[in-house]
């Protein structure tokens, strides 16, 4: 039921459970031209079947990305999206493709995007000559998980991923989240 969305890969789907319904939530992604900054929402109807539809979000989007990371929080209705590349635009200080180091938080009750956590360096292992170093905010490919932060309630854990200049992470960085 409904219009599916374009064609795309390496977009996110987050699923959400409320007390009246189960839904699926599609952000970004790529197809072989251009990276998308749409939401989409896939629903169970009634009648068991699938509805798509498409909010109109408000507040500060994202630019358009794939090969990020999308993060459920606790109160189970805003989603983290973190980092990502438009591998279609380079960025306007070098000659690489544009990876992203920030992120963004939707809450899906009201559809509204704001400014997200800044992500810092966090704990990584430390073992002689493959000790990780601090790979920076942007990464694209990367996981990222909800967990328990000691100081700040909860903290969102992103690990590896592909650096600008085509390095890749062994590091976390942590965005802590308070909702």
Request: proline residues 6%; hydrophobic residues 30%; charged residues 20%.
């Amino acid at each position: 039921i409904g219009v599916a969305p374009p064609h795309r890969s390496y977009h996110s789907s987050t699923a959400i459970k409320t007390a009246d319904s189960k839904r699926l939530v599609i952000f970004g992604g790529n197809d072989d031209s251009k990276c998308f900054n749409t939401v989409h929402l896939l629903e169970r109807v009634d009648n068991g079947k699938f509805a798509w539809s498409h909010p109109k979000c408000s507040g500060k989007l994202p630019k358009p990305r794939t090969g990020h990371t999308a993060t459920l929080l606790s109160d189970g209705h805003t989603i983290v999206i973190y980092g990502g590349w438009d591998p279609n635009t380079e960025d306007e200080n070098s000659d690489e493709d544009l990876v992203f180091g920030d992120s963004f938080l939707l809450d899906t009750k009201t559809w509204t995007w704001s400014k997200g956590p800044n992500p810092r360096f966090g704990a990584t292992y430390k073992s002689g000559k493959n000790a990780a170093k601090n790979g920076g905010r942007s990464r694209v490919g990367h996981s990222a998980v909800l967990a328990p932060c000691s100081s700040d309630g909860l903290q969102v854990l992103a690990f590896g991923g592909r650096l600008p200049d085509n390095e890749f992470a062994a590091d976390f960085q942590s965005m802590s989240v308070k909702v």
